[in-house]
């Protein structure tokens, strides 16, 4: 059965890791997804594989290009039932090293652009009293590394701001929540070019002692079943939660 027959998704980030599996996984639920990133070759390569995923190349600080999608979207299908804020990324320096300009970009790539997305999207939720809304937060946003200061901001912003979002629209039939994945083998397990899953320190520390209990990295469509949950009629009564996926990561000390 395709649990997501008929719905219309846009999920952002989708061009790899976790926002490309999450859109695989949808089609393969029978969802058309509108997918949004910035790299247009990999978005036409998904959509060459999933023909129910539409690409949209995008910028997500660029709010008129999301304001495109959105009505290109309407115009299209008539309405959105799915909204999957994914996209974000991290500098990595310390405080001292820092600029108030990558403070400032990502701020606006990381949350801004959930916002400007969601209030864009949810007065069409609106009128038809249904949609579901997930956003990807971090376990950065539940405890504290070195030289990811803004982006461990963002993401407690994140579930912050969902947790409000999920109070006001309640009353519409739309639910949000926060899927928040611990160390999860995409692109952004590529620090300075190194594969920080396979670093001596992640190996010794997460894995052999096991300070992650499951003893191994997750993957982006583990993650993406996560989301496909929280996104679909299965999920009725849950609003306003934190989903940690991380084999178990944050639970230990
Ligand atoms: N991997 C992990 O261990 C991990 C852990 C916790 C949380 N997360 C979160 O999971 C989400 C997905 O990350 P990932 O692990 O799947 O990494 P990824 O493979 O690097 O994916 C990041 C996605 O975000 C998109 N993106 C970045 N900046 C963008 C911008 N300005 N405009 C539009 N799209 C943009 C990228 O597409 P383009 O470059 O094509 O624009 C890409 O599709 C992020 O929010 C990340 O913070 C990941």
């Known amino acids: 059965m395709e649990t997501l027959k008929d719905r219309i998704a846009i999920v952002t ?14 089609a393969q639920e029978g969802a058309t997804v509108v997918a ?20 949209f190349p995008c910028d997500v600080s660029d709010h008129a ?20 804020n994914n996209a974000g990324f991290s500098y990595y320096e310390r405080c001292e090293e820092s600029t108030l ?6 701020m606006a790539v990381n949350l801004e652009a959930m916002y400007v997305l ?8 609106i009128t038809r009293r249904y949609g579901r809304i997930v956003n990807v937060s971090s376990i950065q946003s539940l405890a504290a590394d070195a030289t990811v200061g803004a982006y461990a901001a963002t993401k407690g912003g994140i579930n912050a701001w969902s947790r409000c979002l999920a109070v006001d629209l309640a009353e519409h039939n739309i639910l949000v929540n926060v899927v928040a994945p611990g160390c999860v083998h995409t692109e952004m397990s590529f620090v300075n070019g190194a594969d920080e899953t ?22 982006a469509e583990e993650v993406a079943n996560a989301i496909l949950f929280l996104s679909g009629d299965q999920c009725t009564y849950i609003t306003g939660q934190v989903l940690v996926v991380d084999g178990g990561l944050t639970i230990t000390f």
Not at 66 to 79: A, F, G, M, N, Y
Not at 101 to 106: G, Q
Not at 198 to 219: D, M, T
């Open 13 to 26: 980030g989708a061009s790899s890791g976790i926002g490309e599996a999450t859109a695989r996984r949808f």
């Open 36 to 55: 949004l990133a910035r790299r247009e070759e990999r978005l036409m390569h998904l959509s060459e594989e999933c023909p129910s995923v539409e690409p």
């Open 65 to 84: 290009g999301l304001e495109r999608c959105v009505q290109q979207t309407i115009e299209r299908h008539s309405k959105i039932d799915i909204l999957v």
């Open 101 to 106: 300009e990558h403070w400032r970009e990502t």
């Open 118 to 125: 969601a209030r864009l999207i949810v007065t069409h939720m």
């Open 198 to 219: 396979q670093s001596e320190h992640f190996q010794e520390w997460y894995v052999r002692q096991r300070k992650i209990p499951l003893a191994r990295p997750g993957s």
